[in-house]
């Protein structure tokens, strides 16, 4: 029986889940990474979704992982109907995840119902209908107590019978019967055609089942891109708009846009967060505020990347976790400057206290990049994050744009969390600022990203007596005193070595 | 020697087309007096594991278990032509 309930279900308490409620619908989630964030809790419980998309967009994966993680992570024993690949196909294809299905079918978690082509000679003589399929279904759930059922795919029912009107009916009792039986479904179907004739084959579907979500496969610059859109789901809020996803080695990841309370700020000017370099904590009054941005921004070789190891190891030291985004070399690359600055990040990270998140940059996007962000630095509640670069973004494959909107929604979540960024932007400052015009030559491209960060920092090379001096200036803080002074510094064994106020 | 058949009728409880192919069968069968057979009727209500075993979906559904290949038709069984064909019997008026 297909219950509505109000408020947090007995049942639900006594897993220990708590399934999303709004407006009378409970969800479940569906275990798949980052789509139950995007439907906000889950799936509705014991109704029907419909998962549609064309050959190798992803829709068996989907199913097979909407069943795996039921069984192994929410205790919910799963019946999988096929109508396409045979049973044994798909345990050996998914064992490419590390999903065990044998093993599950042995322990009564799982079964088959298997309507797959057999290659018996069938010939048809009058009237019929499909109940025979509906009652394996039903004896299937009885069996293992099923919470949940996939269907995959169901387009091919249409090409095994004759009697079109037979099919719809069946498809209807189908889902009737497990909405009866308290069973949640994912079904999967063929997409044929554009966005404009419906989610799959036969418009019937879509009519039937409670919930619609499309995959599609379009090519990228170098690899190919997923994408996800929530076309339907009756009854329940979701976040609405494209999502992209991957189709990794242990099953799907999916990239929710991050939703950020713009309401919430925990800016705090009276904490903050130091450099450990004592001139450039002073210079900031006191180091970077919690919950602000601060863009370091320099050319080649000013020492970016050497401000922020400064910023990470410090942080550690205090006991504050950090999160290091790398986009400008490999990890490994990175730690191995640090140690020989004396910065041991494998042991911080061996520790769990510094966390690397390199994505690559081939057909990045800022809402892929973001998740990992959030997933980073709710993981281990870093206080600290480091962006090595903003341009690599840039000269990647994002645009200005996506740029400029990945920073918006980072600072915002930065500041609900209180947390103090510190990125490093490449600018193409010329050598040799005139006497007493030091910032003549700065690169203005930062300004165009101003609204958004809280701080700017830059680096500059000037050009004396024919040696390259290096000189640091807080160009802004946002509602914070600073100092305007322009510092010399210099780099050494040891890291920066910040000096006194530059005097020509 | 007749040949010897052995089908199987899958049915669901006492609906109308079940009924009707039951019928069906029971006819034909009588006016095949060269070939022995050997009939078994199915509830897929009582017995849902047998038509899981043997991947039935329509019902009713006749499955010819030998002689080999092993054949099925779907249906009420209503057209005789089709299943005197289906089941590889040729048939006795022509």
């Not at chain 1, 308490?13 to 989630?29: Q, Y």
């Not at chain 1, 759930?141 to 095994?160: G, H, P, Y």
Request: glycine residues 8%; hydrophobic residues 40%.
């Amino acid at each position: 029986m297909a219950t509505r309930i109000k408020g947090r279900s007995s049942k639900a308490k006594s897993t220990g889940k708590s399934p999303a409620v709004r407006s009378g619908v409970l969800k479940i989630p569906t275990g798949i990474k980052g789509f139950d964030e995007v439907l906000e809790g889950g799936i509705p419980k014991d109704r029907a979704l419909l998962v549609a998309g064309s050959t190798g967009t992803g829709k068996t994966v989907f199913a097979s992982e909407f069943i795996y993680r039921g069984i192994t992570e929410h205790n919910e024993n799963a019946v999988y109907i096929t109508f396409e690949e045979h049973p044994g196909d798909i345990i050996k294809n998914v064992k490419s995840f590390g999903w065990d299905f044998d093993m599950l079918i042995r322990k009564k978690k799982l079964v088959f119902v298997d309507a797959s082509p057999d290659n018996v000679i069938t010939k048809e003589s009058g009237e019929y209908d499909i109940s025979g399929l509906v009652e394996r279904i039903k004896h299937a759930v009885n069996q293992v107590k099923a919470k949940r059922a996939a269907i995959d795919a169901l387009s091919m029912l249409f090409s095994k019978f004759t009697n079109k009107d037979a099919i719809r009916e069946v498809i209807y009792n189908i889902c009737d019967e497990l909405k009866r039986l308290g069973v949640t479904t994912v079904i999967t179907a063929e997409k044929v055609g554009d966005r404009t004739n419906g989610p799959s084959r036969h418009g019937v579907e879509e009519y039937v089942v409670d919930g619609v979500v499309e995959l599609s496969l379009e090519p990228g610059q170098q690899q190919f891109t997923r994408k996800m859109f929530i076309k339907k789901l009756r009854g329940v809020g979701y976040r609405s708009g494209v999502v992209k996803f991957d189709v990794t080695n242990a099953g799907l990841e999916v990239f929710p846009k991050i939703e950020v309370n713009r309401m919430v700020s925990k800016t705090d000017f009276k904490n903050r967060e130091k450099f450990g370099l004592k001139g450039i904590d002073d210079a900031l009054g006191g180091g970077i505020p919690q919950g602000h941005m601060l863009l370091i921004s320099g050319n080649t070789g000013t020492g970016k990347t050497l401000f922020g190891m400064h910023f990470i190891a410090q942080g550690i030291k205090e006991g504050k976790r950090t999160v290091c985004i790398a986009l400008e070399e490999p990890i490994e690359q990175v730690k191995k400057t640090a140690i020989e600055f004396g910065f041991n990040f494998t042991k911080y990270e061996k520790e769990g206290k510094l966390v690397f998140v390199s994505p690559s940059l081939i057909d990045i996007s800022n809402d892929k990049l973001l998740y990992q962000i959030v997933n980073a630095v709710n993981k281990i509640g870093a206080k600290r994050v480091m962006i090595d670069s903003v341009s690599s973004l840039q000269s990647a494959t994002m645009s200005e744009e996506s740029v400029r909107q990945f920073l918006y929604q980072a600072a915002s979540f930065f500041k609900t969390k209180g947390i103090a960024c510190l990125m490093n932007y490449l600018s193409s400052t010329n050598f040799g600022a005139t006497r007493g015009q030091l910032l003549a030559s700065m690169d203005t491209n930062i300004m165009r990203l101003s609204s958004i960060v809280d701080g700017i920092i830059v680096l500059l090379y000037v050009e004396r007596a024919q040696r390259v001096k290096r000189i640091f200036n807080i160009l802004k803080m946002r509602g914070s005193w600073h100092s305007t002074d322009i510092f010399q510094y210099a780099i050494n064994k040891d890291g920066i070595d910040f000096g006194k106020r530059y005097e020509e | 020697m007749p040949q010897k058949y052995i089908l199987k009728l899958y049915v669901v409880g006492s609906s109308a087309a079940s009924e009707l192919a039951l019928r069906n069968l029971k006819e034909l069968i009588s006016q095949e007096s060269e070939t022995i057979f050997e009939l078994e009727v199915i509830d897929v209500t009582k017995h849902p594991q047998l038509a899981e075993d043997d991947k039935i979906m329509a019902i009713p559904t006749l499955i010819m278990k030998l002689p080999p290949p092993v054949r099925k038709i779907i249906g009420d069984l209503s057209d005789k032509e089709k299943v005197l064909l289906g089941l590889n019997l040729i048939p006795q008026n022509k």
